[in-house]
């Protein structure tokens, strides 16, 4: 039976994996409070469609940094590929360039860099603030050659926030999945299991700059002649800052709700951020969109396209490069099918009038007794809340 929902093939994935993975995946830092919120958000909004328009051929592609796609949606930066399917990120490749979506390709890989871009498709690289900056140069030097169209730098993880259910699960990696890129030594102790700790976390204490500034843009920003995107930006303050250093894009994100946990939710941070900014310099959002509706809710938000991560990973558990590319055919035909029964035909149409609070559901049972008993929801069943 052909996958109908991301819901399905997130279970197909919940049943392949193993059960440290699987919370590696899917889980968030402290009580997982940004996590639940980042999706939550998305339903606390719904669209206000027009009527009597041409919607015959509605379509969603898009320039973004010079680079054309075919639609606003891309491949969030996650790390390690190979823990849900041998071919790791050259399978999410495969199946990004398929769908014409954009990758973005992260730092902590565990295939490379030349073997990904070998598969075609627009794709960007991710990297951390490592202490070692030759490490980080010779990444750049690398992404350069091998035809990567920007570098987005992560910038709310000066170190890895605690998940539980990593340090429950004592997790580290598998011996045959490494970060491919970087020199072993750097990431020796991602592979280190020891009770009460994890693994990844205890890395990322290690060879992560905490001490980084907005004056060590400036070092990046030479370094390279690709545009550089700033991944982790939450507020108007921020992201007017990053502009004046020079920064070509941004990302408002939370992480997934892997680190600061409690954080504002991605969605509810993208109007600020977008009216802080000009509109030379796009804006993403990344985290929490489940669906082609929620993706229009966050451009007509004025997010310029948006990065989808789990569930990228729940289709290439389920079926490689092909489930990949189930995902974002997915997100797309949703997309295309909201826009067309919104009557917005172009990108262009999904404006903040596309956008409303949904009003809360109310304590009574639905529908509305008129000072009757309702007979069809009774008051201990509670009806509709």
Known sequence: M????LDELREHARQRL???VWDFIEGGSGDEHTLRAGEAAYRELCLRPRVLVD??????ALELLGTPLASPFGVAPMAYHRLVHPQGETATAEGAARAGALLVVGMFASRPLEDIA???????????????RDALAGLVDRAEAAGFGALMLTVDAPQVARRRRDVRNAFALPADVTAVNLNPGLTERTHRATAGSSGIEAHAREQFDPTLTWDDLSWLRERTRLPLVLKGVLTA???RIAVECGVDALVVSNHGGRQLDRA??????????VASVPESCPVLIDGGVRSGVDAAIALALGARAVLVGRPVLWGLAHAGAEGVGQVLGLLRSELLETMALSGC???AGLGPTAVSRRPPLRDHPWPPSHGEPSHTASTTSGGFR
Request: proline share 18%.
């Open 2 to 5: 052909p996958v109908l929902t």
């Open 18 to 20: 193993p059960g440290p």
């Open 55 to 60: 919607v015959a051929a509605p379509d969603c």
């Open 118 to 132: 070998s598969a075609g498709g627009p794709r960007w690289l991710q990297v951390y603030w490592l202490r070692r």
């Open 237 to 239: 303050e921020d992201a």
């Open 264 to 273: 504002v939710p991605a969605l509810q941070a993208l109007p600020e951020v």
């Open 345 to 347: 035909p172009r990108l």
